[in-house]
């Protein structure tokens, strides 16, 4: 089926440990997202992407790091996970640049770090 | 830099009553606007948006929302509540030039009681 996946659901690790979350999509849309959710903070935007290869900070990337090498994929990695990265995380993706253009966000990842 | 407020945290509303969210925007012109809906465990849905043009605008599941230039608002309103309403709402703004990111307020949720 059509949409945008990600996986896992739901993950716990250690700190210090890297995780890595995935993000594919079946639309061939050229934007992705990375999003956090944090109680009392609604969604910041950590990371986003307006095609393969092209990627840029939004508001809280520190401790991040994303790739684009396909359209499809946009994966999120912390490289040395801490307890304040506990969160839920979103991706979303849309089709075009223009800002009018809504986003489909995905299921999220529910990550706790111990 | 665009911003959202949501000055509700929460609200609960009986099912049959009439319900209306508020969101203020703060930008220097007429941005694209947006509500989203979060059911428990998914991800964001799009409800409506507003790019131009009529002020009151129509979108899923009864709901609608009207800009108001003047306040700098954009609350989200629909006639009678159901019980699967119940769910938390977010407002959101992109600037209307080239490409914007979405900035996103931090939510209200609704609560219905029978």
């Known amino acids: 089926d059509a949409g945008i996946t990600q996986s896992p659901r739901y993950k716990i690790t250690e700190t210090g440990r890297q995780v890595t979350l995935m993000c594919h999509q079946t639309?061939?849309?050229?934007?992705m997202f990375w999003y956090r959710q944090d109680l009392g903070h609604g969604l910041r935007l950590i990371y986003y992407s307006a095609a393969a290869d092209i990627t840029d900070k939004g508001e809280v990337p520190d401790g991040y790091v994303v790739s684009r090498s396909k359209t499809e994929n946009f994966p999120l990695t912390l490289e040395s996970a801490t307890r304040s990265q506990t969160s839920v995380y979103f991706c979303?993706?849309?089709?075009?640049?223009?800002?009018?253009?809504?986003?489909?966000f995905g299921d999220g990842t529910r990550l706790s770090i111990l | 830099a665009q911003s959202v407020t949501q000055p509700d945290i929460h609200i609960t509303v009986s099912e049959g009553a009439s319900l209306e969210l508020r969101c203020n925007y703060s930008y220097g012109a007429t941005p694209y606007l947006f509500w989203y809906v979060q059911s428990p465990g998914q991800g964001l849905q799009l409800l409506l948006k507003y790019f131009s043009g009529d002020t009151l605008v129509q979108g899923i599941k009864g709901f609608e929302a009207e800009f108001k230039r003047s306040q700098s608002s954009f609350n989200l309103r629909k006639p009678s509540v159901h019980w699967s309403d119940a769910a938390e709402y977010f407002c959101?703004?992109?600037?209307?030039?080239?490409?914007?990111?979405?900035?996103f307020g931090k939510g209200t949720m609704l609560l219905v009681s029978p």
């Open positions: 639309w061939s849309h050229s934007y």
């Open positions: 979303a993706s849309s089709g075009t640049g223009d800002s009018n253009q809504p986003q489909h």
């Open positions: 959101a703004v992109a600037a209307n030039s080239g490409y914007s990111t979405l900035t």
